[in-house]
């Protein structure tokens, strides 16, 4: 038989098969011996092959084969360094929420996440949440951001998930297609769910006032069917966004805006740091180039980890 992988909870997989059916699946055993470097060989949103097969009164799955898969979003495993942790594949999109405090989202994490979504060929689209609670000071650096990132090419809407204000602009972009919320914890990937299909009611928590961070309200990646004929990934907050598997060089093609420019620097392999006659230099100075862009991509280039308290 053959489905598509719903939910993943580490060693027990729900799939959903091709006539609609779910089912509990474990993976065959030789899975984990086969080089995949993912602490998670099967991810939600992987094609699946799997056999049925009876225990007692129960009917469970066997997954036997993975599909190829189109595109998929990674990140450094939190418990093991050298390993990755794969969040979600076939992705047709995926929505970053941000919001500029409780919990804040600073700009070095949101261009880690660019950055490896254009690794893998993922569109993004930047949803700006809590804009209800925003001050004139605040609206001011939402406008300066989204006037950055629209810039660049990444489209950007400003949404109000509790009231559900602009939350119709989302659901128009997600019909037909499988899209992932991602964010810090408590950005409201799950109030936004839940303002799109208000029959789902997923669990959403408070934010922890102590250390202004959202309350860690989902698990394990979870794919859901609306009724809008859409599919949505709900993920697990993410802290930090460390990049993996990326050589030096190939980072700065990685930013839309750098990518355009680097033919006109003198050096094919130019890394934009202290060569001469660099574009990228030369476009930062003219400001032509964000400052904070260009920042990240050192930080990046240098191998610093991510941190959500850095400053922008």
Not at 100 to 117: G, H
Not at 219 to 240: H, N, Q
Not at 257 to 276: G, V
Request: glycine share 8%; proline share 4%; charged share 25%.
């Amino acid at each position: 038989m053959d489905g598509t992988v719903y939910k993943s909870t580490g060693s027990w997989y729900t799939v959903k098969s091709s006539e609609g059916a779910f089912y509990e699946c474990r993976i065959k055993g030789k899975f984990r011996t086969q080089g995949i470097k993912s602490t998670n060989p099967v991810a939600v949103g992987d094609h699946v092959e799997f056999e049925l097969e009876k225990i007692g009164d129960e009917t469970l799955g066997v997954i036997y084969k993975i599909g190829e898969r189109k595109n998929y979003i990674v990140r450094k495993s939190v418990k093991l360094s050298k390993q990755t942790h794969i969040i979600a594949s076939n992705l047709d999109q995926v929505f970053l929420l941000i919001t500029l405090n409780n919990p804040p989202t600073f700009t070095s994490f949101i261009d880690r996440f660019l950055v490896t979504a254009e690794a893998y060929d993922i569109p993004v689209v930047l949803l700006f949440n809590k804009m209800d609670v925003y001050g004139p000071e605040e609206k001011g650096e939402v406008a300066y951001l989204i006037d950055l990132y629209t810039k660049i090419g990444y489209p950007c809407i400003q949404i109000e998930a509790k009231t559900a204000k602009n939350v119709d602009k989302v659901k128009e972009l997600m019909v037909g297609k499988t899209s992932m919320f991602a964010g810090h914890s408590g950005v409201g990937k799950s109030t936004l769910v839940n303002a799109l299909e208000p029959g789902m009611q997923l669990k959403t928590a408070e934010i922890s006032e102590q250390h202004l961070q959202g309350q860690h309200t989902t698990t394990f990646a979870e794919m859901y069917d609306l009724s809008f004929d859409a599919r949505i990934i709900d993920t697990p907050g993410i802290k930090g966004f460390g990049i993996v598997d990326m050589e030096k060089h190939e980072i700065g093609n990685y930013f839309p805006e750098f990518f355009a420019l680097k033919s006109e620097c003198k050096f094919n392999n130019c890394l934009h740091l202290d060569e001469p006659k660099c574009a990228i230099k030369e476009a930062l100075e003219n400001d032509e180039i964000s400052a904070s862009r260009y920042r990240s991509y050192v930080q990046m280039l240098m191998g610093d980890e991510d941190n959500p308290y850095r400053e922008r």
